[in-house]
């Protein structure tokens, strides 16, 4: 079945009689490489501030990328605490953004503000922006959606994925209403694979203090995309890879993998075990908001013979407490050792994601970190899903570097749903996921 199943992709893979296959970036084009220049000020009383400001080619961009998140610094000050409540882990302003590129010079930029305190998020707010590179002409909505049938497949969605947050918390249907009045300027992105609309939770919910992603799948937009649109969203010539991160929360190292990925314009899952969900809700409310993948690594980091009888439980009770923070479930699962068939056989109905490539992390802490950046960085193959651990200090590190050696290749970060999205592949539940591509992919069930 695995063997049917693998011939089945490579054919499908195969180019049309005629077309030719994109050839692959060798290195990111130098218009779509960035970094972003970071600053952390302590203010005192154990609070402080973490600021990143993304750097583009076109200076023109970056200084309306600086002032929208100055702006948001601003803002989110008027909520910081003028004292940390828990004095060993502090208060924190965190200011941000998430790039995401996609095709051959569309940019666009999550920026989000967030205070932090008392292991809550107390605020956060929104703004985006996106861009051609070559040009820095700002791309609008409009210049996205093409006809009024785009426009009702976006409202659509935006009922639909904003009222599944928070279950158990009816959505106002005039709040759920106003939200897709005036799409034409809601905050959104443009990933490899999604068109995403991003609102603040408290405009459906009262007092939640997260935010909302839609995301809308390019195909789903298929016939209803302008002409440049339709170009700026074929992502063919980029090698890709996930990076994925298991075990987290923890309070010393996920913080500072998110920070060094968001820093190296990079994309990521995270796979957290529900029992660790109280030592970092804030980290996961940061996380969302940042737009990276929150999948489910069960609910105790504990082997088949163990969970037995108990998947299903486990994956309701992570739910609950994830849902309590961020107002999603999981739509993820990776096993615990990589070992799925109890998951199976119990029907958790997840996508169970595996892994192709692993790092040295797997076996304790890193001792070289620039080393393991470049070993992972050297090894990646396109489609590959690269198994990584937010409890070492030494993860933290070779994340400072990762990024740019993988873009130096020619390589983006997607999340794990994105990966599989550009490809075509849906991914099911109870159905195992490796990585994409002839060498990596491989489909089971059992």
Known sequence: ?????????????????????????????????????????????????????????????????????????????????????????????DVGATVYRTGESWASFLMTASVQDDRKQIYTAVDTRAYDLLTGKAITLSDVIADEAGWQIVADAVRAQASAYFPGEPADEARLDALTQDLASAPFTLTVAYLQLHFRADRLYDGKQTLMHVRVPYAALAGHLTSEALRQTDN??????????????????????????????????FFIVGERIPYGPEYLAMQHDAGFITGSHNYVHDYPYQVKGKVIAYRDQLNEKLTAVTGRGVSIMRAPGGDEKVYINEDVHLPLIHWTLVSADAGGN?????????????????????????????????????????????????????????????????TVYFGVGSDSYEQRKD
Not at 375 to 390: E, N, T, Y
Not at 394 to 404: E, K, S, V
């Open 1 to 93: 079945m695995r063997k049917f199943l693998s011939l089945l992709l490579a054919l499908l893979m195969l180019p049309l009689p005629g077309a030719l296959a994109a050839e692959k970036y060798e290195t990111l084009p130098e218009h779509m490489q960035m970094t972003q220049s970071f600053e952390h000020e302590r203010l005192g009383n154990n609070v402080s501030i973490d600021r990143a400001w993304p750097v583009t080619v076109n200076e023109s961009v970056n200084a309306e990328l600086r002032a929208a998140i100055d702006q948001l610094e601003t803002q989110g000050r008027a909520f910081l605490p003028a004292r940390a409540t828990r004095d060993k882990e502090g208060a924190l302003l």
């Open 236 to 269: 063919s010539r980029y090698k890709m890879v996930a990076l994925t991160f298991d075990d987290g929360p923890t309070r010393s190292v996920t913080l500072r993998v998110m920070r060094n990925l968001r820093r190296g314009c990079a994309e990521a899952t």
């Open 366 to 430: 890193v001792k070289n970190p620039e080393s393991e950046a470049r070993r992972l960085a050297s090894k990646a193959l396109d489609g590959d899903v690269i198994l990584c651990h937010d409890l070492r200090s030494g993860t933290a590190d070779y994340t400072q570097t990762l990024p740019q050696l993988l873009a130096a290749r020619g390589f983006l970060c997607v999340t794990v749903e994105e990966l599989f999205a550009v490809n075509g592949i849906e991914l099911a539940p109870n």
